[in-house]
């Protein structure tokens, strides 16, 4: 939370820009603006590469540091939480490995059909038990050296093998369920900690008890379960905060560059005032709702 409000901030000051010198006849009707439309390409190409280069070199240094400062911090905060998610991202996908596995998921699945918590497991419309197969999300596998992978959920493909190779006659062989090979991408890794149809599938599955998350709903939930669950979370946090400075990163850019070709080509004797500001929006998780520009003279 505290770097949430940090970027925030950082964007304010960002778009809060106002430069003092075209202030003082600023109440002038009868000003004239005077814009020098000339401009050197290796000032853009400086801005591009790094924010603050160009009014350095034409000695406007207050807006050098600004635009530098706004850089190295966005660029450590960067660098920082992207690789601190990164880190724990792998963290917690071993531990995913170490305690979730096919073979349980699918030998397991059932034992909770006469359980007290079945009421977790069933379809909301009809009270029905969820067929192993009738998950809203699936998991692609390869079995048996074939080069086309297998999908679960409800296709014919899954429910034949389940019904005649994994489980025949409700028993399942966990010899070839252990030959499985599951295709461990980024779905595959949310799906094992976000949705409970793949509950059955963690190593202390029998330590299930039930949790209300923030929005009322009611969940499957066990250590293991809510250690990655947590860590998983944890680990997007950092990334989001990574991209919120990756973001600033553009902005100081945009506007660096936007300062050489419009703002320091304007006439010093101009009668000139500009002002950047952000809109607040409640919606948007950084609270930023868009840039007004204000020009007068």
């Known amino acids: 939370?505290?770097?949430?409000?940090?970027?925030?901030?950082?964007?304010?000051?960002?778009?809060?820009?106002?430069?003092?010198?075209?202030?003082?006849?600023?109440?002038?009707?009868?000003?004239?603006?005077?814009?020098?439309s000339k401009y050197d390409t290796r000032d853009i190409i400086k801005s591009l590469l790094l924010p603050g280069w160009s009014q350095y070199s034409k000695g406007e240094y207050k807006k050098a540091i600004f635009f530098f400062g706004i850089e190295s911090i966005a660029i450590g905060i960067y660098y920082y939480n992207n690789k601190r998610g990164l880190d724990l991202e792998e963290k917690t996908r071993d531990f995913g490995d170490q305690h979730w596995s096919f073979t349980n998921w699918i030998t397991d699945y059932y034992n909770f059909e006469n359980s007290n918590f079945r009421y977790i497991f069933e379809r909301e419309e009809t009270g029905a038990y969820k067929e192993l197969w009738e998950g809203g999300h699936k998991i692609e596998f390869w079995y048996n050296e074939e080069p086309s992978?297998?999908?679960?959920?409800?296709?014919?493909?899954?429910?034949?093998?389940?019904?005649n190779t994994f489980c025949p006659n409700g028993v399942c062989n966990e010899e070839i369920l252990n030959s499985v090979r599951v295709n461990k991408d980024h779905h595959y890794y949310e799906n094992i900690g976000k949705y409970d149809h793949f509950f059955s599938g963690w190593d202390d599955n029998q330590d299930i008890y039930e949790f209300q998350k923030s929005s009322g709903e009611l969940i499957a939930m066990s250590p293991n379960k809510k250690k990655y669950r947590m860590d998983?979370?944890?680990?997007?946090?950092?990334?989001?905060?990574?991209?919120?400075?990756?973001?600033?990163?553009?902005?100081?850019?945009?506007?660096?560059?936007?300062?050489?070709?419009?703002?320091?080509?304007?006439?010093?004797?101009?009668?000139f005032n500009y002002q950047i500001n952000t809109l607040y929006n409640s919606n948007n998780k950084m609270g930023l709702g868009g840039v007004v520009l204000s020009i007068k003279w």
Do not use: P
């Open 1 to 36: 939370m505290v770097y949430k409000l940090y970027i925030l901030v950082l964007f304010s000051f960002v778009f809060s820009i106002s430069f003092e010198r075209y202030q003082s006849n600023f109440y002038n009707q009868d000003s004239i603006l005077n814009y020098d």
């Open 149 to 163: 992978t297998y999908t679960t959920g409800d296709n014919v493909q899954f429910i034949e093998l389940y019904e």
């Open 232 to 271: 998983w979370e944890e680990s997007a946090q950092f990334n989001r905060i990574a991209d919120y400075a990756l973001y600033a990163i553009y902005t100081n850019h945009i506007l660096s560059l936007l300062d050489i070709l419009v703002f320091s080509k304007i006439n010093k004797n101009s009668k």
